[in-house]
Each structure stands twice: as structure tokens, then as C-alpha cells.
């Protein structure tokens, strides 16, 4: 079967219409073998502005609609997610390239997600406050926002709507989806699914949850239309810049989740046999294409040799190849510019006088698919392209004399999304998480940088946007909140004392 008929098979298993192929629409391609996979149509501006107004539409009534009920949609939706897993793995594996196993993975973090925000849905608190004044009561209450516009990257084609959608949902707010115009197919899919169990469960699933297709030019006019309250936006951070600075001009609330140039230090007295596996699944696992990926390693000078050499051996042996087989760890580039973007890296770290091991493409599948095996780069100091995210497996190694110094290179890039150290220190642990340690929004201990769990609040600082998504308190961001004063005596005391007789 060939991976487009196999696509139109997905659809079937899951009960929904195959994506129509449409002529002259966006073609998608696996980076498996480079083939065609299906051609979407891309939205209209009407179909855009009509999407808009049926989400504004349904949120009068969605935010009517008690929490807990809420919660009830977002439970079906995840249970139906959880026995679809399989199909729904292997559609994120065709579209994007991830190994079986984290296609499987991503799918659990939706159902994850979803069981999270059920439990959040009798959960959204407001505070009591003490008032100053006699028989008055301080309170803070939260509200829906209204439409939330949801803008995605291609690497989380699921996770990431999940985790802005199950919240949103649950707080009251209806959805509009604009996903990468290279993963189309999975958010056909899983918001095909999330309109099947509105359905199913008597509710009015128009507007609910609104599908874009399209490229950037749809994700801007989503960004431009006053009726969405919210644009969480993830992807790269020359896209978060356009959007953040376009919802500020309209005084617009915007959720930025954008790139990472990540960093873990490794101190002398770490375990170097968990080290090798940790710095191994952060930099080579999705082919380095994870905003977490690990991308810099600082290592301790006197066990730099050791560790860099331990390493080699273990990307020499990396099962690179096809993501659908057995024992495959490192499957494709989603395609030639990612391809591209990684050799100018490894060129620009070479002409820096950088020690490159590996890197090259591999020859598995067709001339349209992209190989590589993942790349560790020797520099003496962090400086050229280290500097920047490349969304490639590139590891740069550099060494580190004291602990002060190795924070300090941790933190000298414009990104801040995550950070590990690897330390049996106490001191050194306490450190990097403590306020003159890391400067990221994550900050780990004896683990990688990546692979986040859904129970913490996601994201990072400086150029990563500084917007948080998934756990914690995180659901603040798709409510507003008010303050009420409430007077239940029969005087009209003003607050600060203040006299005013009339
Ligand atoms: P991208 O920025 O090219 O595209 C992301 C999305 O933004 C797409 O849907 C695209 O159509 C849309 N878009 C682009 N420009 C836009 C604009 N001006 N206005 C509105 N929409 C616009 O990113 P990508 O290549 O799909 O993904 C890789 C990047 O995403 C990496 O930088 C990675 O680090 C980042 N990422 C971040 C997170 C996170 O949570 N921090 C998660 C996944 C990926």
C-alpha cells in the first residue's frame, strides 16, 4: 500500500472523511520517501472570516455552559483519542517523520492533556480577599475570553492543539486552529475526532472548534480579526515576533511559544553512563527537531575528552533510517530547507575552526528524503552558528573551567526555553535552579532537556516568547479575570478613607 492510500485507510479507521484532494491545494509529503501524501485546499478569506464568526457565535452559548459540563466534552474527546492512539501515531509518523514510538507518545500527551483539563474543569478558582472596609467582600472571578486562535508548528501537529484546546475548552472559550501548512493531515484528523464526540455527545459542534488551512498568510489574518481574543502561537520566533508585535497593536492577548537553543551542563561528578543516554535522546531523538532538542553541551574540562569520545561512539551507532521500521531511533528531516539550514550550520561551524563529527545525509529512502545522521560539533568557545537555533540534530560541545562560567554560557543566547545540568553536587543542583542559575523556563536535573510532562507549566523566556501552556496555573491565560467589591451594609464607605459628602 503506498503511504497515500494508507492515509486515506487512517480516515477511514477513524471514522471520518478521507481529506479531498484538491487540485492545485497544498501539497503534503512525507519526508519518509518525499511522496505525495494528499493536496488540501487552502481556506479563503471568506471561509476564514465565516469559521471566525460561527466560533464567535458558539462562544455566547460555550460560555453558558457550566465547567464540569465543559470537561464532559474534553473526557470524550481524550477517551476517543486513547483508542484511536494507534491510527492516530501512525498518521503524525507518515506526515512528519517521527519514529513509531514518539508518534505513540505524542498521542498519549493529548490524552494526558485532556484528563488533566477534565479535573481542571471543577478546579478554576478565584480568590477571596480581605476587604479594608466594613461589610464588604473582595473577590477575583474568572471568565471566558471568547474565541481563542490556535497557530502550530509541524513537529507537535497534535500535542500542541491539544494543549492550548483541552484549557481553552474547558474555560469557556471556543476554538479557531490555523496548523502548519506542512501537517495538515493530522489536524484534519484529530479536530475531525474532537467534532465527532461533540456530535456524539448532543452538542452543537459548529464553531465549537474551527479547522484553517492555509499557510502564513492565514495565520495572519487569524492574528488580525478583532473577534479572537487570544492568539497562542508556536512556532519559530521570526513568526512569534510578527505575531506578538501585530496582537500588540491591537492590544491583543498573545501566547507566544517559540524557538530554543538549548543547553546542558555537565559537571565532574555526574554519572556519565546516565549522561550519554539523557544528552542522547535530547540531541538526536526527532531528529533534533524538538523545540526542547538539546542543542550545546558544556562539559567540564577534565572530563571533556571522555565524555565527547563516549559520544561519538554512541551517534556512530545511531539507527538512522525509516521511522515506520523496528529499532529505527533517528528518522528524516522533514525536508530540503531543514536539510539545507543544518549543512550551512555545519559550514559556518567549520570555517570557525569547529571539530565536526558527522552530519552528513545518509543514504536511505529517495533522492526527495532527508537523512542524517546527528552531528556533534567541537568548538573551543560558544560563538557563530551555536549562537542560534538551527532545528536540525546538531550537538555543539564546548568546554567549561567553573561552574559561574558554565551558567553564564548557558545563559548567553537570545533563547530561554530549556536547561538541564548534570550534577551529583548539591550546591551546583541548587544553583542552576536558583535565581542566578539557569535563566530558562525550564531548568532540570540529571535528566535531558526534553520530553516535558504535561503536569508542569511549558515554556520559556527572552526570545521563546515568554508565554506558558499545559499545567500548573497555566489555564490563566484563557480567562480573564475581575476583580468585584461587593457592599452588603448600608453605607458607602470609599476605600484609601477617603471622604466624599454629597
Ligand atoms: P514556523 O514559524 O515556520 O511556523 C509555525 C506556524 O506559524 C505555521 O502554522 C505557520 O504557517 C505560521 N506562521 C508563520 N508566520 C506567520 C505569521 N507571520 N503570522 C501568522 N502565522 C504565521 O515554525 P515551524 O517550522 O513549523 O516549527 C519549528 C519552530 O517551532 C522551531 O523554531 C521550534 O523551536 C518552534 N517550536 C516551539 C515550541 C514551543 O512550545 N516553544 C514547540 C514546537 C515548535
Redesign the pocket.
Known amino acids: 500500500m503506498t503511504y497515500c492510500t494508507e492515509i486515506k485507510t487512517l480516515f477511514e479507521t477513524l471514522g471520518l472523511a478521507a481529506p479531498t484532494d484538491s487540485a492545485g491545494g497544498i501539497a503534503v509529503h512525507t519526508p519518509i520517501d518525499g511522496s505525495l501524501l494528499a493536496r488540501v485546499a487552502p481556506s479563503t478569506d471568506a471561509q476564514v472570516g465565516a469559521a471566525i464568526a460561527r466560533a464567535q457565535a458558539r462562544a455566547l452559548s460555550w460560555r453558558d455552559s457550566p465547567a464540569p459540563k465543559r470537561g464532559d466534552l474534553v473526557r470524550a474527546f481524550g477517551e476517543a483519542v486513547r483508542r484511536h492512539k494507534q491510527p492516530l501515531g501512525r498518521l503524525i509518523s507518515l506526515e512528519t517523520g517521527k519514529i513509531v514510538q514518539e508518534g505513540l507518545g505524542e498521542v498519549q500527551e493529548v490524552v494526558d492533556i485532556c484528563e488533566f483539563a477534565v479535573g481542571l474543569s471543577r478546579q478554576l478558582y478565584g480568590l477571596s480577599i480581605a476587604s479594608e472596609r466594613a461589610e464588604h467582600k473582595l473577590l477575583e472571578t474568572w471568565h471566558p475570553l471568547g474565541v481563542v486562535g490556535i497557530?502550530?508548528?509541524?513537529?507537535?501537529p497534535m500535542a500542541?492543539f491539544a494543549w492550548n484546546a483541552a484549557l481553552a475548552l474547558v474555560c469557556g472559550n471556543t476554538l479557531v486552529w490555523?496548523?502548519?501548512?506542512?501537517?495538515p493531515l493530522s489536524a484534519l484528523a484529530l479536530s475531525g475526532l474532537l467534532l465527532q464526540t461533540s456530535t456524539e455527545l448532543g452538542l452543537e459542534a459548529e464553531g465549537l472548534s474551527e479547522l484553517l488551512i492555509?499557510?502564513?498568510a492565514?495565520?495572519?489574518a487569524?492574528?488580525a480579526h478583532p473577534a479572537v481574543k487570544l492568539v497562542s502561537?508556536?512556532?519559530?520566533?521570526?513568526?512569534?515576533r510578527?505575531?506578538g508585535i501585530?496582537c500588540a497593536a491591537q492590544f491583543k492577548r498573545s501566547l507566544l511559544?517559540?524557538?530554543?537553543n538549548n543547553a546542558a551542563i555537565v559537571c565532574p561528578s555526574s554519572n556519565l553512563e546516565l549522561v550519554v543516554r539523557g544528552v542522547a535522546f535530547s540531541a538526536a531523538g526527532t531528529a533534533g527537531?524538538?523545540?526542547?532538542?538539546l542543542r550545546r553541551l558544556i562539559v567540564h574540562r577534565s572530563i571533556y575528552a571522555a565524555l565527547v569520545a563516549a559520544l561519538v561512539r554512541v551517534f556512530e551507532r545511531l539507527p538512522v533510517g525509516d521511522p515506520l521500521a523496528d529499532g529505527t531511533l533517528v528518522g528524516p528531516l522533514?525536508d530540503q530547507r531543514a536539510f539545507d539550514a543544518m549543512q550551512q550550520a555545519l559550514k559556518g561551524a567549520r570555517d570557525a575552526g569547529a571539530q565536526v563529527h558527522f552530519g552528513d545525509r545518509e543514504a536511505v529512502g529517495e533522492a526527495a528524503a532527508f537523512y542524517v545522521r546527528p552531528a556533534i560539533v567541537e568548538l573551543a568557545t560558544q560563538s557563530g552558528p551555536m549562537l542560534q537555533?538551527t532545528?536540525a540534530p546538531i550537538l555543539y560541545v564546548v568546554p567549561y573551567d567553573s561552574f559561574d562560567e558554565a551558567i553564564a554560557i548557558n545563559n548567553a543566547v537570545s533563547h530561554g526555553?530549556s536547561s538541564a545540568v548534570f550534577t551529583q553536587d548539591l550546591r551546583e543542583a541548587e544553583v542552576f535552579t536558583s535565581a542566578r542559575g539557569s535563566d530558562c523556563g525550564i531548568a532540570n536535573v540529571n535528566i535531558g532537556t526534553s520530553g516535558a510532562e504535561i503536569g508542569g507549566a511549558?515554556?520559556?523566556e527572552k526570545e521563546?516568547?515568554g508565554?506558558r501552556?499545559s499545567g500548573s496555573d497555566a489555564w490563566k491565560a484563557y480567562m480573564r479575570r475581575a476583580t468585584n467589591t461587593i457592599n452588603y451594609g448600608s453605607s458607602l464607605p470609599l476605600a484609601q478613607g477617603i471622604r466624599f459628602e454629597v
Do not use: D, H, W, Y
Open positions: 497557530i502550530s508548528a509541524f513537529n507537535f500542541v490555523k496548523p502548519s501548512e506542512k501537517a492555509g499557510e502564513r492565514v495565520g495572519e487569524l492574528v502561537a508556536t512556532g519559530s520566533t521570526t513568526m512569534g510578527a505575531v501585530a511559544e517559540l524557538g530554543g527537531q524538538r523545540c526542547t532538542s522533514i537555533e532545528f526555553l511549558f515554556g520559556g521563546t516568547g508565554g501552556e
